[in-house]
């Protein structure tokens, strides 16, 4: 088995364009997470409701139509929400066991990587962790879509997943 999976969540969709281009770079499978129910698309409530996001804190999501025990390889992409990563990700963490999988795992923010990254490490305790990227995309208002982190940069954090 040399199989490798994409899982990714995505708020605004910077983490889907990431997980897209990862899927295709890597030739692996890709499915996306979903809380069971949606999020507000009201950016102000969200903040409202989550900004008191502590990795105890997490949503029901829709069940994954995967075995993911078919993976070795797993890439994980999510959204940092209040310094954490997005609980749609801690609840898969919690639900899911990727033990003994090589994982490199990305958080997408504007600046504000918090303990996101230290999140995937205490929710992935016996995996191995191959990679770490901080995604980062402009934080001014109407270019929140503008990615900083270089291709370059996503291409070799990519190239841990190998190793």
Same mark, same amino acid.
């Given at each position: ?50 900004? =008191? ?28 929400? !209040? ?16 033990? =003994? ?7 997408? +923010?504007?600046? !504000? ?12 305790? =016996? ?6 990227? +901080? ?24 190239? =841990?997943? +190998?190793?």
């Amino acid at each position: 088995m040399n199989k490798t999976l994409v899982i990714y969540y995505s708020f605004s969709g910077n983490c889907k364009k990431i997980a897209e281009y990862s899927k295709e770079k890597l030739n692996a499978d890709l499915i996306e997470l979903s809380p069971k129910e949606s999020f507000s698309d009201d950016y102000d409530e969200v903040v409202a409701e989550w900004q =008191n996001n502590d990795i105890k804190r997490d949503v029901d999501i829709k069940k994954l139509d995967i075995d993911i025990s078919q993976y070795d390889k797993i890439v994980l992409i999510t959204c940092v929400w !209040w310094y954490g990563i997005s609980p749609v990700m801690k609840r898969f963490l919690k639900e899911y066991d990727l033990s =003994n999988k090589k994982i490199i795992v990305a958080a997408s +923010n504007a600046g !504000w990587i918090g303990h996101a990254l230290k999140d995937y490490e205490s929710l992935l305790p =016996n995996s191995i962790i191959k990679g770490e990227l +901080n995604l980062l995309f402009s934080s001014e208002k109407d270019k929140r879509h503008e990615m900083i982190t270089s291709i370059d940069e996503i291409d070799k954090w990519l190239e =841990n997943i +190998n190793d």
